[in-house]
């Protein structure tokens, strides 16, 4: 064995041998080692914000009613559900619970701790009211059978079902560590809890009883490595078995892929994702550069969407053509003939009717701090002045960047969404409702009606074939407003050795589970 390979074994089996409560030493060929960049904010379904690496680490010591199935993940299967059934009015949601499952510390679930930790999630968590406080009722009908009453009907609710923040808790445990449960998470899903070294690694073991059966290998181990170039380098050296993305734009910068993709001990996974990245219009500004609709569609026309994906991502991103990423299931194909086309000379007649002389219009471009974005904003100004618009880029800290954007204080702006549930309800909803366009960073489409009540319709409509029409409709509504210039959605690149087996990857949320995943 190589000395850079022996050293980063025995590395590898000292930081595990030095975690508190493991009783052997692990065997290298059952234990899958997972890099990630930054350490979990947190493992506490309850209080979940999120945040990717706790949320992947949750779904994989807990487990929720339903969840996406693989490796398609177009439909949603029974996890600790076995069956559900929604009433006509699209408001109760019945659940048949698993007969025989049991927590990680041998206590039983029933439809009790289903009750107990959605009512904790509720009462606990911020970040989940604006759909857990649809809940008006959870009832236990029997061990076996529990009721989940909406105030209103809200058919995504499923999907929301399946997230973290509604994983299945130990009600046990949670009364047995109070406050450090958080330190202590007991779930019933394929990995137990082991142990985690802050900024290090998180440690946890095969559930050998669990219902869907035993994972294929007896460790999964988190490793904390915040630099890409030594990601990479343990991956090469096989001191890890997986990059993992964790809600980057890349896990490994994209210059270094192509080098990755002629490592034969290499596998490159790409999917794509349904996050979107746009340049955005303060839609709710009557005044302005951008209040003109023939300004608007001038900045949509200057952008060489196919320059931007070649040239800055390597052909690591998709074009995005509207307000939903062409893998979104209400997808309108009409979209990809609608969305404007990179066309200079348009955009400059457009800018002469409304009267803007070429280099007449100078405005501020926010975005994002880091070497990425610098570089989108930069590729977006240089097509900008080819057009006559004069653009200042201020790469702004997170903070001060949602801050510009809740208070209006903006003409132009490159942000995003990252959707953490399969439903267009997460993008158009959140994206274009007028009554939310000053809570976050969204469009800020200013009060429309007709519009808003064409959004809520289509979210509270039970029938998913009447949705996915009323979404078709919504999308081409929408962009026929040009609330921005739909850039890009970056795909979803993991990075793992030849001898991974098994594994796949979900686009929303960007979460992987490991119980399917094995080593050869």
Do not use: C
Not at 7 to 17: N, Q, V
Not at 120 to 128: D, H, L, W
Not at 251 to 266: D, G
Request: net charge neutral.
């Amino acid at each position: 064995m190589p000395f850079a390979r022996r050293r980063l074994a025995a590395t590898f089996a000292l930081s595990l041998l030095a975690a508190p409560a493991l009783a052997q030493t692990p065997d290298p060929a059952r234990t899958l080692v997972v890099a990630v960049p930054s350490d979990a904010a947190g493992l506490e379904p309850g209080a979940n914000r999120a945040e990717p690496i706790g949320s992947e680490v949750i779904l994989n010591v807990f487990d929720t009613l339903v969840a996406w199935t693989p490796p398609d993940f177009a439909a949603l299967e029974g996890r600790l559900a076995t069956r559900w059934t929604v009433s006509p009015d699209g408001k109760s949601f019945e659940f048949e619970l698993r007969d025989g499952v049991t927590f990680h510390d041998g206590t039983a679930f029933d439809a009790a701790a289903v009750k107990f930790s959605l009512e904790r999630t509720k009462a606990m968590n911020p970040f989940a009211q604006a759909s857990f406080n649809l809940i008006s009722d959870i009832a236990v009908v029997s061990p076996r059978v529990v009721r989940i009453v909406l105030k209103e009907p809200y058919p995504a609710f499923l999907s929301i079902l399946a997230q973290p923040q509604s994983a299945i808790v130990s009600p046990a445990a949670v009364a047995k560590h109070g406050d450090q449960f958080a330190v202590n998470p007991v779930g019933t899903g394929p990995f137990v809890f082991r142990a985690r070294q802050a900024d290090t690694n998180i440690v946890l073991e095969a559930n050998r009883t669990y219902f869907r059966g035993a994972p294929k290998v007896d460790r999964l181990v988190y490793r904390i490595i915040p630099n890409a170039s030594t990601r990479r380098l343990e991956l090469e050296n096989g001191g890890i078995d997986i990059i993992q993305q964790a809600g980057q734009l890349a896990a490994i910068p994209a210059e270094t892929i192509q080098a990755l993709r002629n490592n034969r001990n290499v596998a490159i996974i790409e999917v794509p994702s349904q996050i979107i990245r746009q340049l955005e219009f303060n839609n709710k500004k009557t005044t302005g550069p951008f209040a003109d609709l023939r300004v608007r569609r001038a900045v949509m026309h200057a952008i060489d969407y196919d320059g931007l994906l070649q040239g800055v991502f390597g052909n690591t991103a998709d074009r995005v053509y509207g307000p939903l990423t062409s893998n979104s299931w209400a997808f309108n194909p009409k979209i990809r003939e609608l969305a404007p086309k990179y066309d200079p000379a348009q955009a400059k007649r457009l800018l002469a009717e409304a009267g803007v002389r070429p280099g007449s219009l100078t405005v501020p471009l926010y975005t994002f701090q880091g070497a990425l974005w610098g570089a989108v904003a930069t590729f977006v100004q240089a097509n900008l002045a080819d057009v006559g618009i004069n653009v200042t880029i201020q790469q702004t800290e997170f903070p001060a960047l949602r801050a510009l954007h809740t208070s209006g204080n903006f003409d132009l702006a490159l942000d995003g969404r990252q959707p953490w549930y399969n439903d267009p309800d997460a993008h158009i909803t959140i994206g274009y409702l007028s009554s939310l366009a000053d809570t976050a960073m969204t469009f800020r489409f200013p009060q429309d009606e007709a519009l808003d009540a064409a959004i809520l319709k289509a979210q509270q409509t039970v029938s998913m074939d009447e949705r996915k029409a009323l979404y078709f409709k919504l999308q081409e509504d929408i962009l026929a407003r040009a609330p921005g210039a739909f850039l890009f959605s970056p795909k979803l690149i993991v990075f793992a050795r030849a001898n991974v087996r098994g594994l796949v990857i979900n686009s929303a949320p960007p979460l992987t589970e490991y119980w399917s995943v094995s080593k050869q």
